[in-house]
């Protein structure tokens, strides 16, 4: 099966852009779960959709981050106003179930880096 | 809430030799896993090994396996006969079980292993 499929790879913007950032997951895994790791710090929760609905969005930083899942499929994850800090590598995971015991299957990030 | 730390930011080891990585984590749950996941350069990031706490038992996966001190809250990754595809960043994560915090795992900061041949 094909896996979790991310782009762009890498993204470079200038403060105040926007970038908007697409996540593919695997066909059938209803769970798809957005994490950013910050240069030298912890890979971070963001947010978990099931489905097309937000099940946990308690780790998004702020209303300049909003994600989307329409149709269950695929998920956006778009940055308005880009912020220097929001510069990080962000990871999309999916799973068929949820928690799946920690059975995620990652994508390969997008580097985004905010100039 | 849970805390992951890897104290060992770099590593580095020869091919074919052993090598452990540190973590450790604090918890108040009784009921939950651990895991090691492994990023390559420019890849994926994909699970290396799970351990259920509710197991004594060590986890093992071929070359890889855990030291899994539930009191001293410590999980350690050995690597034997290490392999130049064993360079990578690891990071230790937790998961607490039953669905408590919505199945989110919380990951160290990693260690970056180097394996030289």
């Known amino acids: 099966e094909a896996g979790v499929t991310q782009f762009p790879s890498h993204s470079v913007i200038e403060k105040g852009q926007t970038v908007t950032l697409r996540c593919d997951p695997i066909s059938g895994h209803d769970n798809l779960y957005w994490y950013r790791r910050v240069m030298g710090k912890e890979i971070k929760f963001l947010l978990h959709f099931v489905k097309e609905s937000k099940q946990d969005e308690s780790g998004m930083p702020n209303n300049r981050f909003l994600a989307e899942r329409t149709g269950g499929t695929y998920s956006t994850l778009k940055v308005q106003p880009a912020e220097l800090e929001d510069s990080g590598v962000y990871f999309c995971a999916s799973s068929r179930l949820q928690g799946n015991y920690g059975g995620y299957t990652f994508g390969s990030g997008t580097r985004l880096t905010v100039v | 809430a849970q805390t992951v730390t890897q104290s060992q930011p770099e590593m580095s080891v020869q091919e074919a030799e052993t090598v452990t990585l540190s973590c450790t984590y604090d918890?108040?749950?009784?009921?939950?896993?651990l895991f090691w996941y492994k990023q390559p350069p420019s890849r994926q990031m994909i699970l290396v090994i799970r351990?259920?706490?509710?197991?004594?038992q060590n986890a093992t996966e071929n070359r890889f396996s855990v030291n899994f001190q539930k009191a001293a809250k410590s999980f350690s990754l050995k690597i034997s006969d290490s392999q130049l595809g064993d360079t990578a960043m690891y990071f230790c994560?937790?998961?607490?079980?039953?669905?408590?915090?919505?199945?989110?795992?919380?990951f160290g900061k990693g260690t970056l292993l180097t394996v030289n041949p």
């Open positions: 918890t108040s749950e009784s009921n939950y896993y």
């Open positions: 351990q259920e706490a509710y197991k004594q």
């Open positions: 994560a937790f998961m607490e079980g039953s669905g408590g915090s919505n199945y989110k795992l919380t």
